[in-house]
């Protein structure tokens, strides 16, 4: 028996112009992925028409929002992060260079 080298997979920090674009050869999407795909995009539609309905007053209690009764105290100077802002920055300073 050899004994072959363990593959790692290694982020290298460096990102597609568009990462929606499907490479160049096109991406296949198995019946499975798209089963999935299709479940969670079903489901999300579920929570925002349980949200809306929850918005307008005619139920009551279908979302709740999770609270911590006990807040971690290590957390407590955690500032949340503009994820959208963070990519347009990142965006804007790379058309400078």
Do not use: C
């Amino acid at each position: 028996m050899t004994s072959s080298p363990v593959s790692r997979v290694v982020y290298n920090g460096k990102r597609n112009s568009s990462p929606r674009s499907p490479p160049s050869g096109g991406e296949i999407f198995t019946p499975a992925h798209e089963e999935n795909v299709r479940f969670i995009y079903e489901a999300w539609q579920g929570v925002e028409r349980d949200l809306r309905s929850q918005v307008s007053g005619s139920e009551r209690g279908l979302v709740e929002e999770y609270v911590e009764k006990v807040p971690n105290p290590s957390l407590k100077t955690f500032k949340p992060i503009d994820l959208s802002d963070l990519k347009r920055r990142g965006t804007q300073d790379a058309k400078k260079s």
